[in-house]
């Protein structure tokens, strides 16, 4: 991409990033709402510090390890003597300007920038899960669903991952996977089927796909239906071949599959293990497809997500399948 395009894909994130915090006051920003999420006010300056550590300084910024993911757990997030909104503010902002001014530079290795807007959007996401938890976000551009009954995927191989440009390394390498054939459902589960199912009135939407469902509370309701999650590359095959047949296969929630997040044959960690690869292993369940919060330069078909099998803070739902 040219540094143009990079641009403008970085401000598009900074402009999402801005709109979801604009209307916040500083109590709103700097409140630990739950132990599951950091203070707003720490994702902001993380994005900032995670953009100057991967294109600035390789890995030499000024703030220490306060804003790195791995050095605090989200919980003591809201002790630390992190920048208040305003100097938060004033941090991304200088961060960001010192970027664009190196960006011909930066266009070289286009993949770091890539990341950073990446993973600013996913942080756009985290934020608005913590102004859910806080009564501050509400699911109004959640789809409604209107398809009925399954369809069948037919067995043989197909090619599983993606070796895009950007990418991340736990999509890659693509590769042959040859599954047998089964059916997946068409819709999303609804609040109304799920409701039944764990005889509570839903609160949502009739008509709306069910939210902040954790993986073992999914899978049971498929099993109470007579069926099961389908497995992650299973997923990624419907979602591939019959696009048009699965609705709202991205966009409206994550759906969980029945896979542990682990690395594809010929993994190779890039550019830092700390991104997947402390994850893999039979701990972390994955989770495809996107939210109605996240965006589409993340909610590719092959974006793997992977969360703990009781968390529902996540925009999480269900979509069922069967053995054929
Ligand atoms: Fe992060």
Redesign the pocket.
């Known amino acids: 991409m040219s540094a143009t395009e990079l641009e403008a894909v970085l401000e598009h994130a900074r402009k999402r990033t801005e709109a979801l915090l604009e209307p916040l006051d500083d109590e709103q920003l700097t409140r630990q709402v739950s132990p599951l999420q950091s203070p707003l006010v720490w994702?902001l300056a993380?994005?900032g510090y995670?953009e100057e550590h991967w294109l600035l300084r390789n890995g030499n910024g000024e703030l220490g390890d306060l804003y790195d993911?791995f050095a605090h757990e989200r919980a003591e997030r809201g002790t630390l003597p992190i920048l208040s909104p305003g100097e938060a503010r004033a941090y991304v902002r200088k961060v960001r300007e010192e970027v664009l001014e190196r960006l011909p530079e930066l266009a070289k290795d286009d993949f770091l920038v890539g990341m950073v807007a990446q993973?600013e959007l996913?942080?756009v996401e985290?934020m608005i899960q913590t102004l859910a938890l806080a009564g501050l976000a509400g699911a109004d551009q959640l789809p409604k669903v209107e398809a009925g009954g399954d369809v069948l995927v037919p067995g043989g191989p197909f090619t599983l991952g993606s070796d895009e440009p950007w990418a991340y390394d736990n999509e890659r390498p693509a590769h042959v996977v040859d599954l047998p054939p089964f059916r997946i459902d068409r819709a999303l589960v609804t609040n109304a089927e799920y409701g039944e199912f764990a005889s509570s009135p839903d609160s949502g939407g009739e008509n709306e796909p069910v939210q902040h469902v954790s993986f073992d509370a999914a899978e049971a309701y498929a099993r109470w239906v007579g069926k099961r999650l389908p497995t992650e590359p299973e997923w990624e095959k419907a979602a591939k071949l019959l696009d048009d047949e699965l609705e709202h296969a991205r966009g409206a929630v994550w759906q969980w599959t029945s896979s542990f997040f682990d690395g594809y044959p010929g993994f190779r960690a890039f550019p830092y293990r700390e991104y997947s690869e402390v994850f893999f292993g039979q701990t972390y369940r994955v989770l495809r497809g996107g939210s109605w919060v996240t965006d589409p330069l993340v909610a590719r078909t092959t974006f793997r997500n992977w969360d703990l099998p009781e968390r529902r803070q996540i925009f999480s739902g269900i979509r069922c399948a069967s053995d054929a």
């Open positions: 994702d993380h994005i995670f993911s993973h996913q942080h985290t």
